[in-house]
């Protein structure tokens, strides 16, 4: 089967080339318009599963997010097959898109394959583009003025909630289960996220968002997020050269800091600049037409210099964030954020084999019980970090522990880069992603709980009741 | 170079396949992350030439679609090469965006031909992503009640306006030049076009926008483009079968209307629970993603039953513009046309290979003669089209003509996809974007002076005065 999807591969490529010569600007005449004909289909696809997803999440009072995901994991290789991806083992006719292009619209069997990778190909790259807005987006609204003030205990809520899990994770897998290095060290790289959107929105349902509690939750998520870029980036560069070698560990937490405490100190003095330039400008787009020049830029040098594109996202927006134009231009992101991101959601989800983890099959326990360890590890590993808080006696710590569970959309950037450097074998990938839903599950009742008979009559006393 | 070419991608598309046979999830690890710094890199490029044409295009007066085209011009295949596609014949290595990888991001000379390939394809469908965004975009904005005010009148100038530039262009091309009729039926499909944003904005400069001329051609505008993409749409068909078959034609001509004339028939009934649909949803994007599931499956049943893809976007657009979310939806739509439009128009402008026209090469002759000849068809064909009107004896006849030459992005339009059917060779492709540049840049300062000493003074009243 593969040896056949790789022949018309390899037709599709020599016609590509060959075909027409006394036209130049040929390209192959039936293959280009279905390439855009899957590109459309397996978008209404995303967007239809996206929309369904999120708003049955939001009917039951979940974040949106993991509707999206979940509804990916519906359409995706579990269930559906709507949306699949040749790099995870499937051919052209796995796919249903491919499927209603032979037999609707006429795409010709030899054509299929390339069809088929092409198109695939399409919808990867707009879902990391996706991943790019997203993290470029989290960077505009995380406001690093705001950080200050809650400083010291804050980052040390951060620290413990990154290194925790980290090294609890990584060890109990390589200790424990017996896995290689590298994949362990990328699983317990996804158990360092937290969510700050989860938390927060949470927060300030139990009008808790300006207690002591929520202050340290939200700068500890913040301070996280830095914090989880550059561990990301370290491994996945690790993924990618394939072998852990000190020198190049050193280089590359040295590099990645480097580029984010610099872009952030150059960008002070380019922040200026930008406004000056998108003040002067007078066409269409003109704000956020330099800002994702601005943006993509970073993204490209981030890659080149063999870190992860959204570092360079990410740094982009924590330095336009610091300018007077950061609100006109988060409204609008918003929209360009609100059609790419479901992609990457989506595909994320639908790149997931739960297949794997079917409990009725005896090869696939171990898989269960790797999920099982990760899910006490994601909790045990967060819910301590309230206990790290020095000083006050009073403070409500199960609750700040509480607060840092959530992985949500942060744990899926993560799932999802470390799925397409291939590190990440099925029954892992398929634990990483089952440890996110549920922390992200649990989270919102769990700190409900937490917060219990102390916000229900007068939010604002009780965030002063307890300093 | 070409076969080399063929057997780098095929060695490509077989390292694709069988890399890590013991990781099913594993894609070649070098090339997909390139692909992704290839795309970020040639958006850099696309959007800096975009914002750079756009706004010296501004600034002395002429449209930015004009500047974006021109700028697309010179980053392309006629000068700087940031932005190749391999279709026209060009490899890697003339690539600078594929040079830069080699050079500072470590990209290998075996990967480097599938890397330039795939991301080459990825930009061309986010061009046509563009294209279909345009149009939904021109579909919103077109408001069909309006349209039935001007009537008759505007009906006639579009009428004469499509069929003597086609009729006269076609038959020239065909009888002067002896051209074989495929390509010499789309160019003359190119001299369809009509550029309603052009006109419309020199007209309300002048004060002339709610004048009988004013209207006449604005009304006429909106006709001829949907005059224009049944054209185009047939046109495109026929170049795909490759013959003119007069059962396919008449089948073209009438599946065409009748898909357009139906989906707003249905469309009236659909509003209703679009907008009802909408206003339920809670979750972000809760009217741009339901629109855009319908433009993009409206896009893709365009496409599968073998008509344009635009012609889908454009029949989405008309249906939800009699809808009351309307106005919230175009200001929705606008950041993601800002970002995915001007893709369109650099990538048009890059494709253009200009050293074609070059006068010094006694090859560029005929190209030249037939560039010229496009130009006089387009200018004449249209300026008639003031004397169709009945009538009236005191109207600006010459106005009216005039108003209608621009084509800007419509003709790109048709120019863009030509060039990507293939049946354009290259001397006829640069001939069309020469007439499309030629008359956008005529229409405005000839606007002005056909209606001189008119609205000077006081333009609503020099409006009235004609009629």
């Not at 999206?68 to 995870?88: K, Q």
Request: charged share 15%; with cysteine; hydrophobic share 55%.
């Amino acid at each position: 089967m593969m040896h056949l999807e790789s022949m018309f591969h390899c037709k599709l490529a020599s016609s590509l080339v060959f075909s027409n010569p006394l036209l130049a600007t040929a390209p192959n005449s039936e293959a280009a318009p279905m390439v855009l004909a899957g590109v459309l289909l397996s978008l209404v696809f995303i967007y239809l599963a996206s929309k369904l997803g999120g708003e049955l999440s939001k009917l039951v009072d979940l974040p949106p997010v993991l509707g999206e995901l979940v509804a990916g994991v519906i359409v995706g290789v579990s269930a559906l097959h709507l949306l699949v991806f040749p790099e995870a083992g499937a051919v052209a006719s796995d796919s249903v898109v491919m499927t209603i292009l032979q037999k609707f619209a006429g795409l010709s069997p030899e054509n299929i394959g390339g069809v088929f990778a092409s198109s695939s190909e399409v919808i990867s790259v707009l879902a990391e583009l996706g991943v790019i807005i997203l993290l470029f987006e989290i960077g505009l609204e995380s406001d690093l003025r705001e950080l200050q003030k809650v400083g010291s205990r804050a980052a040390i809520v951060a620290v413990v909630g990154v290194v925790a899990p980290f090294v609890a994770g990584t060890a109990g897998l390589i200790l424990i289960f017996g896995m290689p290095t590298i994949p362990a060290v990328f699983a317990g790289a996804a158990l360092t996220a937290t969510s700050i959107g989860i938390t927060s929105k949470v927060l300030s349902e139990l009008g808790q968002l300006k207690s002591t509690e929520g202050q340290i939750i939200v700068g500890a998520a913040v301070i996280d997020d830095v914090l989880g870029i550059i561990v990301l980036a370290v491994v996945a560069s690790l993924a990618k050269t394939g072998e852990v070698d000190v020198t190049n560990l050193i280089y590359l937490i040295i590099s990645a800091t480097a580029f984010l405490l610099g872009s952030i100190f150059l960008g002070k003095f380019f922040n200026q600049s930008f406004v000056a330039i998108a003040e002067k400008l007078q066409t269409r787009g003109k704000l956020v037409i330099p800002a994702l020049i601005f943006a993509l830029l970073m993204a490209f040098l981030a890659n080149a210099i063999h870190l992860e594109a959204i570092l360079g996202a990410f740094a982009a927006g924590l330095v336009l964030d610091e300018t007077d134009k950061r609100k006109e231009l988060d409204q609008q992101i918003i929209p360009i954020a609100d059609v790419l991101v479901p992609i990457f959601f989506v595909s994320v989800g639908a790149r997931v084999d739960l297949s794997v983890l079917n409990p009725s099959s005896v090869d696939n326990r171990q898989g269960l019980v790797i999920a099982a360890f990760l899910i006490v590890v994601a909790i045990i590993g967060k819910v301590i970090t309230g206990w790290a808080v020095f000083g006050q006696e009073k403070i409500n710590r199960l609750a700040i522990g509480i607060g840092m569970i959530p992985r949500g959309e942060v744990g899926l950037v993560f799932a999802g880069i470390g799925a397409a450097s291939g590190v990440l074998d099925k029954p892992l990938q398929a634990a990483i992603i089952i440890m996110v839903i549920l922390t992200t599950f649990v989270a919102p009742p769990l700190l409900r709980f937490a917060f219990q008979g102390e916000a229900i009559e007068e939010p604002d006393l009780a965030a002063t009741n307890n300093q």
